[in-house]
């Protein structure tokens, strides 16, 4: 026992000398091999002088010399028979854990090939990355050798396939874009799983093991093997080492920053480990710009070797069938190649890239290596621009495809090398916001959403089929975000000038540059005013409308802002959402077309409303109840069944009433009763403790001092409608809340301590507060940005009821973490807050929001 005490100990300070040595974790390659063979050296000490039946040997990243700091050590047994050596296996894995060395195992007999080459496919791969470290040497050549001869042409092909399958699902499950801006460093597309994928998929093709005695990593040993086979070349090999060097060292570092195993790279853990890179400048922005470059590759290389792999099994189509394009190119069954192996032009790539689109197919994996090529001699030698406009404004009027096509072109590099504008923004992120994508791979995602409206029977869908030009659509799209790397405050302004530019140097009309340049400055525009604004506040309307010189624009306009948004995350984009900004686009477009402004608009509505089929017994209470309220959206906002029920209730003199009904993916609150000092923060006090997510407010107060208040939320858990069986619970809180029988403060405090378990799930950092003021003719307008929290609109309508405003509007915009509230305030007295009062309430504000962070 003293012995595997002493072994323990001398393990664990040569572990610990080796996670310290910051000149060594510079270089993951030697971090790795040094680490697997000092694990590799400890098992043999403790094994030393015993003679095993069977063989012993690493498997998983410990035989691919790769391993990180708590990476699992793998190790698996072949035995020629499991009940014979059980006792024996037990012992030695109890010895290696009582010696510090904590490892992973599994037992293998000869018969486990066949029943797991059927069964079980990431079991089966593990067989082909195994290395010796102690043992009967002719039990690992007899596995090896069944291991091989297991393999038929059946098999074989079958195997592939399904490794084809398994690189989509696995991206499927943790991203498809090797820039997702919170990576899982090991399966996102780009990550280390994509190249070792690679290097099974060719051990499997030549019925090879990868793994040798040579102190390198299995990865490096795999790329020499390649260019040594000519299937890479120098240029390439050093590119895909780099990429695969840095991404594993990021690993390494993950690993020792949490002290475990973990490789989702969250935002906080990106900008810690940036902060110790200063070969890459200390700086966040530029490790994760270079991190997406490594990932771009990986996964570029990954996709070029599949099809490959596609290829060999693809049975040949006769050159009878082959369609030529032109001089350069032929088309045969949806793959397109070279006609001539010669040297291709920036114009004749472009000119394939139409093809592409055009045909919707595909490149031969000789065609797609040949572009890569073309892209990385740019690298050396730059030319200031690529002459190739003509086929590119092709590409963007192609009837389908453009989104496809360009995504092709931001993969292979060929995008930025023609707009060096848009190269910029090549992995360019924003860290902490609510993307999920860096800039470019945003940008495609909007085009490719905006494009897939095309045929659909949506009001969206309906709308785009009818724009004629879609390639202005598509450029400002392509530019809508293109300053961000300059600057993110002012970006739309910026970027509307550098289309402007681009757009010059491509030859458009003066009309369609005037366009663009529109879109792309208000891009942002039309979200703040539908998730912000009363969208039944004739002044709102108005000043909205008054951007636009046509119907076109708005159209546009709408369609952008949609593609823009729908490309954020698969969160942002919501049926709440698309219903505000659809209402925002239809009643704009009727103030266009009719040159009306926005009090007729709702007036007429209104009318319309008050005059409908409203019980004649009843018609006249009904009038005079709508009458009393000096909001015009009261009408807009609830149907004439509902006012019908809240004259009902009224007249019957209850001292609250609470009505619920599911919408849009929201639960709809309505709460009737008289108005008393501060009632809109006790209500969404008593909706807080109820793990209630307030998404907007609206406050209707009749002459009489009978106030409807109207709260579309969500359980803050499920981000769902809130469930049924929770009403009566909510009701009975709220209703206590309005008589001051319920301690708001205190029952505030007391689930605040069960929230921090919410907040850690839903909120990872602290994020920027700002407060900003708008004038308005009736209100003064506080726009507050911050962090989302529970209970925070609670805590913000607390802070304004002390500090003397009312409020009477309030809109709240989620997205992620970030949180916009909007409300419409005014003083006790009546009067609009004064600019000299700003500065004191967004201190105040600004300290109540940052107490809860």
Same mark, same amino acid.
């Given at each position: ?16 000398? +080796?996670?310290?040595? $910051? ?10 091999? /040094? ?5 590799? !050296? ?15 040997? @690493? ?63 990431? $079991? ?90 040579? !102190? ?6 795999? #790329?020499? +093997? ?26 390494? #570092? ?11 790279? !969250?935002?906080?853990?990106?900008? $810690? ?22 990932? @771009? ?67 031969? !994996? ?120 300059? /600057? ?76 823009? +948004? ?186 605040? @301590? ?31 940005? /911050? ?67």
């Amino acid at each position: 026992m003293h012995a595997k005490l002493e072994i323990k100990k001398q393990f664990s300070e040569d572990r610990k000398k +080796l996670f310290s040595d $910051a000149s060594l974790l510079k270089n993951s390659f030697k971090f790795c091999v /040094s680490y697997s063979i000092l694990v590799e !050296e400890y098992i043999l000490r403790v094994l030393e002088g015993q003679k095993l039946e069977f063989a012993l040997c @690493s498997a998983g990243s410990f035989s691919r010399r790769e391993l990180s700091p708590y990476s699992d050590i793998d190790l698996m047994f072949i035995v020629p028979s499991v009940e014979s050596q059980k006792e024996v296996i037990n012992d030695i894995v109890t010895t290696f854990w009582d010696c510090g060395i904590e490892v992973s195992h599994t037992v293998r007999e000869f018969s486990d090939i066949e029943k797991f080459l059927d069964t079980d496919l990431h $079991a089966f791969t593990q067989f082909f990355e195994t290395r010796l470290i102690l043992g009967n040497d002719r039990v690992y050549n007899d596995w090896n050798i069944k291991l091989f001869q297991s393999i038929t042409e059946e098999y074989r092909e079958k195997l592939l396939k399904q490794f084809f399958e398994d690189v989509r699902q696995r991206h499927k499950k943790f991203g498809d874009s090797p820039k997702v801006l919170e990576p899982n460093i090991k399966y996102s597309a780009g990550g280390l799983r994509d190249l070792h994928s690679i290097e099974w998929m060719y051990a499997l093709e030549n019925k090879m093991l990868l793994t040798d005695q040579n !102190e390198i990593t299995q990865t490096e040993s795999f #790329l020499y +093997l390649l260019q040594n086979a000519k299937i890479i070349n120098p240029r390439e090999i050093k590119e895909l080492l780099e990429s695969y060097k840095l991404i594993l060292r990021v690993r390494n #570092l993950l690993h020792l920053e949490v002290d475990g195993k973990n490789d989702r790279l !969250e935002f906080v853990k990106q900008e $810690a480990i940036g902060k110790t890179l200063d070969d890459l400048e200390n700086d966040w922005y530029v490790f994760m710009r270079k991190y997406f470059e490594a990932t @771009s590759t990986i996964h570029r290389f990954s996709k070029t070797m599949i099809k490959k792999f596609e290829e060999i099994l693809t049975e040949p189509v006769s050159d009878y069938l082959a369609i030529k394009l032109d001089d350069d190119f032929i088309l045969k069954d949806n793959i397109i190649s070279v006609r001539i192996d010669k040297e291709l032009t920036s114009s004749s790539i472009f000119r394939v890239f139409y093809y592409r689109g055009l045909y919707d197919a595909r490149f031969d !994996e000789h065609l797609r290596s040949i572009i890569i090529e073309f892209v990385r001699d740019l690298k050396e030698h730059p030319v200031p621009t690529l002459n190739s406009s003509v086929f590119f404004r092709e590409i963007l009027k192609l009837p389908r495809n453009v989104g496809k096509t360009l995504a092709v072109m931001n993969e292979l590099e060929v995008l930025g090398a023609f707009l060096p504008e848009f190269r910029d923004l090549v992995g360019f992120m924003q860290p902490g916001v609510y993307h999920c994508y860096t800039a470019d791979e945003h940008t495609i995602v909007a085009m490719e959403n905006v494009e897939g409206l095309q045929g659909k029977s949506s009001r969206l869908g309906k709308l785009f089929d009818s724009i004629e030009g879609k390639d202005i659509l598509y450029l400002a799209v392509l530019f809508h975000d293109i300053a961000k790397p300059i /600057s993110i405050s002012g970006h739309e302004i910026i970027g509307g000038e550098i289309a402007s530019t681009v757009m010059e140097r491509l030859g458009f009309d003066q009309s369609e540059i005037t366009l663009v340049q529109f879109l792309v400055k208000h891009h942002l525009t039309m979200e703040q005013v539908a998730f912000r604004r009363n969208l039944n506040d004739p002044s709102t309307l108005n000043n909205f409308a008054y951007l636009f010189n046509s119907t076109e624009q708005l159209d546009y306009l709408y369609i952008l802002t949609y593609g823009d +948004l729908s490309a954020v995350s698969p969160v942002i984009w919501t049926q709440w959402k698309a219903d505000l900004l659809f209402e925002l686009y239809r009643k704009t477009r009727t103030l266009i077309e009719e040159r009306i402004s926005g009090e007729e608009l709702l007036e007429t509505e209104n009318l319309e409303l008050v005059n409908g089929s409203f019980p004649k017994a009843k018609k006249e209470n009904i009038r005079n109840h709508i009458e009393s309220i000096d909001d015009l959206g009261y009408l807009q906002n609830y149907s004439q069944d509902e006012i019908e029920q809240h004259v009902d209730e009224i007249e019957r003199g209850l001292k609250e009433s609470v009505f619920y009904k599911e919408e849009g993916g929201y639960t709809n609150i309505t709460v009737i009763t008289r108005d008393s000092e501060n009632l809109l923060t006790k209500l969404c006090g008593a909706l807080s403790i109820n793990d209630v997510n307030i998404h907007d407010a609206k406050i209707y107060t009749r002459k009489d001092g009978i106030v409807i208040d109207n709260f579309n939320v969500t359980d803050f858990r499920t981000q769902k409608p809130v469930e049924v069986s929770r009403y009566e619970k909510i009701r009975e809180d709220l209703i206590k809340a309005i008589e001051n029988e319920l301690a708001i403060a205190k029952e505030f405090n007391r689930v605040k @301590s069960k929230w921090w378990r919410i907040e850690n799930k839903f909120f990872k950092r602290k994020g920027r507060i700002s407060i900003d003021f708008e004038k308005h003719e009736k209100y003064t307008i506080i726009d507050v940005f /911050s962090p989302d929290r529970l209970g925070l609109l609670y805590q913000i309508s607390k802070k304004m009821h002390d500090l003397g405003l009312s409020i009477y509007f309030a809109k709240i915009s989620t997205k992620g973490d970030d949180v916009v509230d909007s409300f419409y305030t005014l003083k006790k007295s009546g009067k609009k807050v004064a600019p000299i009062e700003y500065e004191l309430i967004i201190q105040e504000l600004t300290t109540t929001i940052e107490e809860m962070l």
